[in-house]
C-alpha cells in the first residue's frame, strides 16, 4: 500500500536532547512538508522541500531542522533550542508543483507523532 | 493559519445535517479542500473544490463556494457519531503549492 509513514508515534524528549522524528514517502511524491500541531491552534508549517536536496523554512522553523538527501525521506530534527517542543506532529507530502501551481496539489498525511517532554 | 479562519466548535444530532463554515482573504486561491482529523491520527482528504466552481456533491458531502464573498462551507448530510471530528479546510494559491490551514471546527455528534 503507498502512504506516508512516521515513527516513532509517541517520543519523549529530556531537556537539552535533540530528537529525530522519521518520515518516509512511497508515493513518489517530489514535496515533503512537516506541521506542528497544537490545541485550538490549528496546523503550522515548519520546513517543506519541493524537492530533493532543497527545503524552506516555514512560519515555525525556530529550533528545528531537516534533511531531504532522499526523495523518499524528511526527517525532522528537534534541537535544544526549541524551548516548548510538546505538540503533535504531521508529516505531509504531495505531487508538487505544477503547471504554476493551477492543478490541485492534494497532501497526504502521515498518522502524526506525539512529541513529549520528560 | 490567519489568512483563512473557521469557527472552533459545531455540536449537532444524529441525523440531522452538519455545516461547516470557512472564510478565506486570498483571491488567488486555485484549490480549496476540507481535511478530517479523528482523535490522534493525520488528516484525511474528503473532498476538494476548484475555484471556478460552485458546489460539489460527493455522497453525503456538499461544497458550497462563495468566491465573491470568499466563503467555503461544508454540508454533511445525516450526520453519524462516526463523523465526530476535527474539520479543517485549507486552500492552495496559484504562486504556489504550501497549503493554508484553517483552525479546525470540532464537530461533536450528539446521540
Known amino acids: 500500500d503507498g502512504g506516508i509513514t512516521q515513527s516513532p508515534k509517541y517520543l519523549f524528549r529530556k531537556e537539552g536532547q535533540n530528537v529525530t522524528l522519521s518520515c518516509e514517502q512511497n508515493?513518489?511524491?517530489?514535496?515533503m512538508y512537516w506541521y506542528r500541531q497544537d490545541p485550538g491552534q490549528g496546523l503550522r508549517l515548519i520546513y517543506y522541500?519541493?524537492?530533493?536536496?532543497?527545503?524552506q523554512k516555514g512560519d515555525i522553523a525556530e529550533g528545528y531542522s531537516v534533511s531531504r538527501e532522499k526523495k523518499e525521506s524528511f526527517p525532522l530534527t528537534v534541537t535544544s533550542a526549541q524551548k516548548n517542543p510538546t505538540a503533535f506532529y504531521l508529516c505531509?507530502?504531495?505531487?508538487?508543483?505544477?503547471?504554476?501551481?493551477?492543478?490541485?496539489?492534494?497532501?497526504?498525511f502521515g498518522a502524526g507523532t506525539r512529541l513529549s517532554v520528560l | 493559519g490567519e489568512d483563512v479562519e473557521q469557527s472552533l466548535f459545531l455540536s449537532v444530532r444524529e441525523g440531522d445535517s452538519s455545516v461547516i463554515n470557512c472564510t478565506y482573504t486570498?483571491?488567488?486561491?486555485?484549490?480549496l479542500y476540507w481535511y478530517k482529523q479523528e482523535p490522534g491520527a493525520g488528516l484525511q482528504l474528503l473532498t476538494y473544490?476548484?475555484?471556478?466552481?460552485d458546489m460539489k456533491q460527493d455522497q453525503r458531502l456538499t461544497v458550497l463556494l462563495n468566491k465573491k464573498d470568499k466563503h467555503l462551507s461544508l454540508r454533511i448530510a445525516d450526520t453519524q457519531t462516526g463523523d465526530s471530528a476535527i474539520y479543517f479546510c485549507?486552500?492552495?494559491?496559484?504562486?504556489?503549492?504550501?497549503?493554508?490551514f484553517g483552525t479546525g471546527t470540532s464537530l461533536t455528534v450528539i446521540p
Open positions: 505531509a507530502s504531495s505531487i508538487g508543483s505544477v503547471a504554476g501551481g493551477l492543478a490541485k496539489n492534494i497532501q497526504y
Open positions: 508515493l513518489n511524491h517530489d514535496a
Open positions: 522541500s519541493q524537492i530533493v536536496n532543497d527545503f
Open positions: 486570498d483571491s488567488s486561491s486555485t484549490y
Open positions: 473544490i476548484f475555484s471556478n466552481m
Open positions: 485549507a486552500e492552495t494559491r496559484i504562486t504556489g503549492n504550501q497549503f493554508y
